[in-house]
């Protein structure tokens, strides 16, 4: 079983989702950008690989306009030698990587502009995904669309057009459950007719369900979509964000509650894309959670806890101090997480910020100019919880003050 992420980790800093607007484009730009963008992805997959992270979504935008009609250039010769190294690295490292279009890419709509410009994005993003030399295991994820007004004549217009799709793409395309209009039953049916795998999202279901299937039985429903080429099953998983609207994902995987989804889904083969704000930081935790409960021998947490310990000082120095003492005594993976997702679960006090703030100010101090120390002292006088940290965040690259930069810190 496989956990993973989407497109952008949180804990480096390194991204693939350069863009541009379309009035700036030229091909000297547009080459420099795509080459930033993959030259991040090959860092990104390592550092995945060095966190267990097996599974990972690239974001559509690593080739900007990579279906629209000004690209005039030829992409995959450029580079070629670049994708052909990003391709070996993850088939030696046995990872799996999709994509997954945006919500202008609708294959029923009933605009033909907008359906043959969703294929041209259909078959970007094939290309690329060929480009690597992966096999059909590597998917595109693709909504089923919108209603409009006609739901049973929605559904035919998608089949219609998903049939006049090369059959390259067709080869990777997979079908997700949606929170509105199409749920896991609308999805199968159509997986039936047109033979097409199946993605189960749980939030979605929640959201948009008809029924009182159990998760087992709903997997059995959607494994029965895969085949051997297709690769095990893939699944994505999120958890409501308290007080959002309904579908809004939460910044983070809360411990107990994806457990227990794990232990229904551990039986079968399936891997696990985590849709969280917080990215990678997830599925680091995830993983981990799954090692220990599987058995497997384990880090000591001080690598851990340090990412996380200036997070509950600014809550309360008390947690701090428990989870500090957790941690010397050896405390199990579930514990740890389970101690810090509560933690973080509190409203942050503004002594026990300032606190932590300057814990964190106390690794940039000697270095900083006079100017920067009275910005920032104007920054605490004032308050504001996010410029702080935006401040302090800035400093710390400025400096390279790499114990911060791994820290989690910032991005909560």
């Given at each position: 079983m496989r956990i993973g992420y989407a497109?952008?980790?949180?804990?480096?800093?390194?991204?693939t989702n350069r863009k541009m607007i379309l009035k700036n484009y030229t091909q000297q730009k547009w080459l420099q950008m795509v080459k930033e963008n993959l030259d991040d992805l090959i860092k990104i997959l390592g550092y995945n690989v060095k966190n267990n992270i097996f599974l990972f979504r690239i974001s559509s935008n690593v080739l900007?306009?990579?279906?629209?009609?000004?690209?005039?250039?030829?992409?995959?010769?450029?580079?070629?030698?670049?994708?052909?190294?990003?391709?070996?690295?993850?088939?030696?490292?046995?990872?799996?990587?999709?994509?997954?279009?945006?919500?202008?890419t609708v294959l029923n709509s009933p605009n033909e502009k907008v359906v043959m410009n969703a294929m041209q994005d259909l078959l970007y993003h094939t290309h690329f995904l060929d480009s690597l030399g992966v096999n059909a295991e590597h998917k595109i994820i693709l909504h089923i669309g919108g209603v409009y007004g006609d739901k049973e004549e929605a559904i035919k217009q998608f089949e219609k057009?998903?049939?006049?799709?090369?059959?390259?793409?067709?080869?990777?395309?997979?079908?997700?459950?949606?929170?509105?209009?199409?749920?896991?039953?609308?999805?199968?049916?159509?997986?039936?007719?047109?033979?097409?795998?199946?993605?189960?999202?749980?939030?979605?279901?929640?959201c948009c369900h008809n029924d009182l299937k159990t998760i087992p039985e709903i997997l059995h429903l959607v494994k029965e979509t895969w085949t051997q080429k297709d690769g095990p099953v893939k699944v994505h998983y999120s958890q409501q964000a308290e007080g959002k609207k309904i579908g809004a994902?939460?910044?983070?995987?809360?411990?107990?509650?994806?457990m227990e989804y794990y232990k229904n889904v551990m039986p079968l083969d399936i891997d696990i894309m985590l849709e969280t704000k917080d990215k990678d930081i997830s599925a680091i935790k995830c993983k981990a959670l799954i090692n220990e409960f599987c058995g497997q021998p384990q880090k000591h947490l001080t690598d851990q806890w340090a990412k996380y310990?200036?997070?509950?000082?600014?809550?309360?120095?008390?947690?701090?101090?428990?989870?500090?003492?957790?941690?010397?005594?050896?405390?199990?993976?579930?514990?740890?997480?389970?101690?810090?997702?509560?933690?973080?679960?509190?409203?942050?006090?503004?002594?026990?910020?300032?606190n932590a703030a300057e814990h964190v100010w106390g690794y940039v101090n000697e270095e900083s100019t006079f100017r920067e120390s009275s910005h920032y002292r104007k920054l605490l006088?004032?308050?504001?919880?996010?410029?702080?940290?935006?401040?302090?965040?800035?400093?710390?690259?400025?400096?390279?003050?790499?114990?911060l930069l791994d820290s989690y810190y910032f991005w909560y």
């Open positions: 497109c952008l980790p949180l804990g480096i800093q390194f991204k900007p306009f990579g279906s629209h009609e000004v690209l005039d250039i030829d992409w995959q010769r450029h580079f070629k030698k670049q994708l052909e190294v990003i391709g070996a690295f993850v088939r030696a490292n046995h990872m799996r990587v999709s994509m997954h279009p945006g919500q202008y057009n998903y049939r006049k799709l090369p059959d390259k793409v067709k080869a990777r395309l997979v079908i997700e459950n949606d929170d509105r209009h199409f749920n896991i039953d609308d999805v199968l049916r159509i997986s039936y007719d047109c033979h097409i795998p199946v993605i189960y999202d749980n939030l979605h279901h929640d994902h939460a910044k983070r995987v809360y411990s107990p509650v994806f310990k200036y997070l509950l000082m600014e809550r309360n120095y008390a947690y701090y101090k428990t989870c500090s003492q957790l941690v010397k005594e050896g405390c199990s993976y579930k514990t740890f997480y389970t101690y810090v997702d509560d933690t973080l679960n509190c409203p942050i006090d503004k002594g026990n910020f300032i006088t004032g308050g504001d919880y996010k410029k702080i940290k935006a401040y302090l965040y800035k400093l710390a690259l400025k400096y390279q003050k790499q114990y």
